[in-house]
């Protein structure tokens, strides 16, 4: 266990507020519909143009690979369409796929991608390494392993996402997402991760997101046997 300093961060104290609040929110929420993996399969035609071929790179808001989702979890992927569905993640492209799913669609998409790829124990804990120390400075500062895990691929709860590994360009994109205001394109609305983001310049965001891109994760691309 780890010491705590006498005097706690004044934005790590509402942070961790805001997370205890969160973890008691949303794990009820994504019980309300239970997911069939196999029904997820036969629902993903819209989801593998992209999220299926290995490298592909989505043209906005910039230039990036769309995220790895084989083996996320289940409960972070229902989220973020609900979230997209309701207009609180901007992009028109997944705004126009989450707006065809019903609930009991993006349970079962969830349930599919969770299982999809899925190989447990591939991650390694944080350590530095040559090249890391920046990062980890700033990992400690934005309190990521608080919400990510120590790994940052053990969320604390199942609603938040598994990050090591991830398209480290992706990452780029959605963490400066969170920075974005009064846009109706794109921008992400989470007070926690707005919070943590704005702390930091683009030039530091993408350190972190380099670096959480190179870690070892359980995060796939699993694509069809008819795009190989």
Do not use: W
């Not at 004044?10 to 507020?17: I, R």
């Not at 609040?21 to 069939?36: H, L, N, R, Y």
């Not at 996320?72 to 993640?89: C, F, M, N, P, V």
């Amino acid at each position: 266990m780890l010491n705590c300093p006498r005097k706690m961060n004044p934005f790590l104290f509402v942070l961790s507020a805001v997370i205890v609040a969160s973890a008691t929110v949303f794990p009820a929420f994504a019980q309300e519909t239970k997911g069939d993996a196999s029904a997820g399969e036969k629902k993903n035609a819209m989801c593998v143009g992209c999220h299926g071929i290995v490298g592909y790179h989505a043209g906005f808001p910039e230039v990036y690979k769309v995220p790895k989702i084989s083996g996320q979890g289940g409960k972070y992927i229902a989220a973020s369409l609900h979230a997209y569905k309701k207009g609180e993640r901007k992009h028109p492209s997944m705004r126009g796929v989450a707006d065809t799913l019903s609930a009991q669609d993006i349970a079962d998409l969830a349930a599919y991608y969770e299982a999809s790829g899925a190989k447990a124990g591939s991650a390694v804990p944080l350590k530095i390494r040559g090249d890391s120390a920046k990062a980890l400075e700033l990992i400690a500062k934005g309190g990521c392993t608080a919400c990510h895990g120590e790994n940052l691929n053990t969320p604390l709860d199942a609603s938040y996402p598994k990050i090591a590994g991830q398209h480290s360009d992706y990452l780029y994109a959605a963490l400066k997402a969170y920075k974005i205001e009064g846009n109706a394109q794109i921008g992400r609305s989470n007070a926690i991760m707005g919070g943590v983001a704005k702390q930091f310049s683009n030039g530091e965001l993408k350190t972190l997101a380099n670096y959480i891109g190179s870690l070892n994760g359980e995060l796939k691309t699993v694509q069809p046997d008819r795009f190989q």
